[in-house]
């Protein structure tokens, strides 16, 4: 599979490749991760959350890891489809305000 | 799940001129947010849209250039006044689920606005 560094504005993969994204949070109180997909022309779509008393969880193809010590969070995409191209966000929240702060966003391209 | 619409998707406005967006929700849900999406960039919340009640801004947005209504738990609305290029942007409205996804917030298409 094809990972980025802390944070990198882009990442091609190829199709059936495992795909990392990786995303850096700053405020240490926050308690619920989020990461979206944004595809061209439509609003973010709901992939995975994660709380911070988890360190990981599974969807279907997904995987969210949530390192609190260094305030890092990552998507794991496991084999990689044409339809996974998209910009993909991590967000977080703190308490209960359900208020998101968005990070800067991953633009991942799969290649055939 | 929510299923979230706006009108309208796109609009292409004059400089001093206003735009009011409508935002559709397909049940009753508790909270509502606005957001804006710059040409490239990420999303930036605006403001909580509060029934019955004033939305509550974040920093560096002001309801005197953000007007936002909502006078129900389905529909919302936010007015950018007195436009200028700068406010070109994607405005979004989204919706917290309801249980068991109570904590997923639900984006809607977005209004892609560009001001001349």
């Known amino acids: 599979g094809e990972s980025v560094g802390l944070h990198l504005p882009t990442l091609s993969v190829q199709e059936g490749d495992n795909s990392i994204i990786n995303c850096a949070y700053s405020n240490s109180a926050s308690d619920y991760f989020i990461w979206y997909k944004q595809e061209s022309g439509k609003g973010p779509q709901f992939i995975i959350d994660i709380r911070s008393n988890m360190d990981k969880r599974q969807g279907q193809r997904v995987t969210v890891l949530l390192n609190k010590t260094v305030k890092h969070l990552s998507l794991q995409i496991a084999a990689t489809q044409p339809g996974d191209s998209a910009v993909y966000f991590c967000?977080?929240?703190?308490?209960?305000?359900?208020?998101?702060?968005f990070g800067a966003g991953t633009t991942v391209t799969v290649r055939a | 799940s929510a299923v979230i619409s706006q009108k309208p998707s796109r609009d292409i406005c004059q400089r001093g001129t206003s735009l009011t967006i409508q935002c559709q929700v397909d049940?009753?849900?508790?909270?509502m947010f606005w957001y804006r999406q710059q040409p490239g960039q990420s999303l930036t919340l605006i403001a909580t849209a509060n029934q019955g009640s004033e939305a509550t801004y974040e920093s560096g947005f002001v309801i005197d250039k953000f007007p936002i209504s909502r006078p129900n738990l389905t529909f919302s609305t936010l007015t950018v006044s007195n436009m200028s290029p700068e406010d070109s942007s994607i405005y979004l409205c989204?919706?917290?689920?309801?249980?068991?996804?109570?904590?997923?917030?639900?984006f809607g298409p977005g209004t892609r606005l560009t001001v001349l």
């Open positions: 049940s009753q849900v508790t909270m």
């Open positions: 967000a977080e929240n703190e308490g209960s305000d359900y208020k998101l702060s």
């Open positions: 989204s919706a917290l689920g309801k249980a068991p996804s109570y904590n997923e917030q639900f």
